[in-house]
């Protein structure tokens, strides 16, 4: 299974697409996603088998869940939560649950890029209930000031979630040597802010975790791709 995070920056996925085609992702998040309504046809070869899109109604940008297999994907919320939003997914006999994240700054510290935080403490019981992925752009990490980090982290390790990308590489949070992110396109100003976590049981089950490289992606984004293959 091949679960794919990326942050397109500014939208212009439908001529995008392809690169995310490739990839042959069973789930995708897509962030800074423009409207999609309306559009038949992506770019490449590969048309996504399944395509849910939400905003905020203040961004003309949103969050998108795609899959490019025949991976059988339901939304399970009825409201527009770009932050926070959850899916079903049905792949062969296996299913799971999908929380899909874009968090963004507020007028207040007690909400700026708290969207998943609040997610998370509403919805912990529908997490319990089944195996849980939660993926996407959280714009945080653990070397910030202010404890956002280790707050989240204190939600969601009581929920038996575990970063893929941590537990891979055996790195520290705050100390990542890989960037999923580069400010204003420059390899010189790197964050990482793009995670997959899953459940712990299926961690001895990752396959790989391969983060894009600048010098690939830099042409169409201030991101990179975040893959995680899991043998379940």
């Known amino acids: 299974m091949r679960l794919v995070t990326w942050n397109c ?17 069973d789930v995708l998040v897509v962030q800074e996603l423009e409207a999609i309504d309306n559009l038949l046809l992506f770019g490449g070869e590969h048309q996504p088998t399944y395509r849910d899109r939400v905003a905020d109604a203040s961004s003309r940008r949103g969050l998108g869940v795609f899959s490019y297999t025949d991976a059988e994907i339901r939304t399970v919320d009825v409201s527009d939560l770009m932050g926070f939003r959850r899916y079903e997914v049905r792949l062969g006999d ?27 403490r509403c919805h912990a019981e529908w997490i319990r209930q089944r195996p849980t992925v939660i993926l996407g ?52 100003s790197p964050f990482h802010l793009d995670y997959c976590f899953v459940p712990s049981a299926w961690a001895q089950k990752i396959k790989a975790v391969d983060v894009g490289g600048f010098n690939e992606w830099r042409g169409i984004s201030d991101h990179v791709p975040l893959i995680v293959d899991l043998e379940l």
């Open 94 to 120: 296996l299913v799971f649950q999908v929380v899909g994240t874009w968090t963004w700054a507020t007028e207040s510290s007690k909400t700026s890029y708290k969207q998943l935080h609040a997610g998370i």
């Open 137 to 188: 752009d959280f714009n945080n990490n653990d070397s910030y000031n202010g404890g956002n980090w280790r707050e989240l982290l204190g939600l969601l390790n009581p929920l038996g979630l575990v970063s893929a990308y941590h537990h891979h590489f055996h790195e520290s949070h705050g100390e990542e040597t890989r960037p999923t992110h580069f400010h204003g396109r420059k390899e010189t």
């Open 9 to 25: 920056h500014g939208g212009g996925y439908r001529y995008k697409s392809e690169h995310m085609a490739r990839l042959r992702p």
